[in-house]
């Protein structure tokens, strides 16, 4: 069965920095893209960044130069590394595995994690 844990959210001054980290377990053959999203409550579930196995990246324009996504595909784990925050950055913080192929297998499925609250305060 397949599980995303993620951790290092928290609460941080407006300025600071925090690292999120997701690992992925179970039979996993290969997850094609990994990646984070956010949400606040009363609006939609939105990308932040995400990353492909070749460590192609994707980011939302509000985090471009301030954010920063990598991935250890040995751990099946992915990391987001939050600098400059900002108060409009406080969310829950979802970690997603896109295109994951167990063992047996043979179709990539979607996985989320469990989330992780992020506030910055002002």
């Known amino acids: 069965q397949v599980q995303l844990v993620e951790s290092g959210g928290g609460l941080v001054q407006a300025g600071g920095s925090l690292r999120l980290s997701c690992a992925a377990s179970?039979?996993?053959?290969?997850?094609?893209?990994m990646g984070w999203y956010r949400q606040v409550p009363g609006k939609q579930r939105e990308l932040v960044a995400s990353?492909?196995?070749?460590?192609?990246?994707n980011y939302a324009d509000s985090v471009k130069g301030r954010f920063t996504i990598s991935r250890d595909n040995t751990k099946n784990a992915v990391y987001l590394q939050m600098n400059s925050l900002k108060p409009e950055d406080t969310a829950v913080y979802y970690c997603?595995?896109?295109?994951?192929?167990?063992?047996?297998?043979?179709?990539?499925?979607?996985?989320w994690g469990q989330g992780t609250q992020v506030t910055v305060s002002s």
């Open positions: 179970g039979s996993i053959v290969k997850i094609n893209v």
């Open positions: 997603n595995a896109d295109g994951l192929v167990e063992v047996g297998v043979f179709w990539g499925r979607t996985y």
């Open positions: 990353i492909t196995t070749s460590s192609s990246t």
